[in-house]
């Protein structure tokens, strides 16, 4: 699904956010990406559906090289990855029927089919009774599961998530987890920056670690070992 290889970011003044880092993604696994702050987590997220570029090494995505993808073609891979971050960027004006269907509007689904699938994803974050509030009157947990459910309302086939339980308490954190670990029992290749490594050894799935830019390690740990 996803394949880094010796890949390098450099930034303007020589900062290097990622520095040769080499390392798959198969199709349908969950991992976490960990690391100090700046260690090149959220650099490694945004290189996926090209908010960034690399400055060497290749990225391929579903098959996709993406240093051969032009410029109209960057709305269409877009379209096929849910992203989620960590303030939740929801637009306060609009209800949050009206949040999690934008992208269907943008893709231009019909109407009928838009209702149908903004409620579904509503219903699988335990959020259908709130349809018509405004984010202002959600909890920090409610917004961020409002940000997963316009994520999935089109039906990614990968999800990223950059620190998506940076602001939440330890309940809430887990909770949010665990959405996401059902999606990924459905097929979703799920890809998780979070710095909360008490929480990422509970869940027991592939954990990378990123310090300075490099992949320093590679491990399934915690619940799962052995």
Request: hydrophobic letters at 40%; aromatic letters at 4%.
């Amino acid at each position: 699904m996803i394949h880094f290889d010796g890949v390098t970011k450099r930034y303007p003044g020589g900062h290097e956010g990622l520095r040769g880092v080499t390392l798959k993604v198969e199709q349908g696994e969950m991992v976490f990406v960990t690391g100090h702050s700046g260690a090149g987590k959220s650099t490694l997220l945004k290189l996926i559906p090209l908010l960034e570029r690399p400055t060497r090494g290749q990225v391929v995505v579903a098959g996709i090289n993406l240093g051969r993808l032009g410029k109209r073609r960057i709305p269409h891979l877009r379209r096929r990855i849910g992203m989620i971050f960590q303030d939740h960027r929801l637009l306060h004006d609009r209800s949050v029927y009206d949040n999690v269907a934008l992208p269907l509007v943008i893709s231009g689904v019909h109407h009928r089919e838009v209702g149908r699938r903004v409620r579904a994803a509503l219903d699988k974050v335990n959020l259908l009774d709130k349809e018509r509030a405004f984010p202002v009157t959600l909890s920090g947990g409610e917004q961020q599961r409002v940000g997963i459910a316009r994520a999935v309302v089109t039906r990614p086939p990968l999800l990223l998530a950059d620190e998506p339980t940076g602001n939440l308490d330890p309940g809430l954190s887990e909770e949010i987890m665990h959405i996401f670990e059902d999606f990924n029992r459905v097929g979703v290749t799920t890809v998780i920056a979070s710095h909360d490594l008490a929480l990422i050894d509970q869940l027991g799935h592939r954990h990378i670690t990123l310090s300075d830019g490099a992949l320093v390690g590679d491990a399934i740990r915690g619940a799962r070992d052995g």
